[in-house]
């Protein structure tokens, strides 16, 4: 714990001493929401993928912010001090998850209500569903962040690792063909694929389920984010190579 909470600490100072991050977490998928509802007012479009782009957006922003922000620490030496005295690396990883799980539980919240009370979407499901499965996804989008940043050795690898990490389970998470209806190796890929249960409980939700009728999809990305933080402390490195 001596260890744990004064790196979250500080990691979330830095995280609100940078305006470029909070414009990215929160400006930029306000405006790309608010194109969805312009365009599409009044068709519908907004209710059906308007859950699921709040739960593509922390995912996606944090892998990308965490990866990044690990490894920039890594590079300049705060980690490496970090972990100079007797300190577990389970307590270094679960601070910078806990720091960016609490950014992105803010992102979520913050996104849900301007989606709701601003653009005007319309929930079928249980609304604090929509709200706990995406910042789940932000948790799972930060522990997969922390996991890529041991593989990555400069911010630009670390950039690339997104569109590596999270475009096949995109393509596969059953956005732009229901699962079912995919050949018989691609389905059952996208069963190995975190998003895939995200996306599954956040279209349920929006089609009229409750959070409850989700336990089994939130329960399967809960078990993923516990995997990916495993996989992050196992392979944390004091420096970059």
């Given at each position: 714990m001596r260890v744990l909470l004064p790196t979250a600490a500080r990691?979330?100072?830095?995280?609100g001493h940078?305006?470029?991050?909070?414009?990215?977490?929160?400006?930029l998928p306000c405006v790309v929401l608010t194109l969805v509802?312009?365009?599409?007012?009044?068709?519908?479009?907004?209710?059906?993928?308007?859950p699921l782009l709040l739960g593509l957006f922390p995912i996606t922003v944090l892998f990308l912010v965490t990866s990044v922000a690990t490894l920039r620490e890594r590079q300049s030496g705060t980690l490496?001090?970090?972990m100079a005295g007797p300190v577990h690396r389970g307590e270094v990883v679960g601070?910078?998850?806990?720091?960016?799980?609490?950014?992105?539980?803010?992102?979520a919240l913050v996104l849900t209500a301007f989606t709701v009370l601003v653009l005007g979407m319309e929930v079928a499901g249980d609304l604090g569903g929509v709200v706990v499965v995406a910042v789940l996804d932000a948790v799972l989008g930060t522990?997969?962040?922390?996991?890529?940043?041991?593989?990555?050795?400069?911010?630009?690898?670390?950039v690339q690792m997104m569109p590596l990490v999270l475009f096949p389970q995109l393509v596969l998470a059953g956005l732009f063909l229901p699962r079912d209806q995919m050949p018989a190796a691609l389905e059952a890929l996208s069963r190995a694929m975190p998003l895939?249960?995200?996306m599954q409980a956040l279209q349920e939700?929006?089609?009229?389920?409750?959070?409850?009728?989700?336990?089994?999809?939130?329960?399967?990305?809960?078990?993923?984010?516990?995997g990916a933080l495993v996989l992050g402390t196992l392979t944390l490195r004091r420096r970059t190579p």
């Open positions: 990691v979330l100072r830095q995280v940078d305006h470029r991050t909070i414009v990215v977490l929160v400006g509802a312009w365009m599409f007012s009044g068709t519908g479009v907004l209710e059906r993928f308007g490496e001090r970090l601070g910078y998850a806990i720091a960016f799980a609490l950014v992105g539980a803010a992102q522990a997969m962040g922390l996991a890529a940043s041991a593989v990555a050795r400069t911010e630009f690898q670390a895939t249960y995200g939700l929006s089609a009229g389920a409750s959070l409850a009728d989700v336990r089994g999809a939130v329960g399967a990305v809960v078990a993923f984010i516990v």
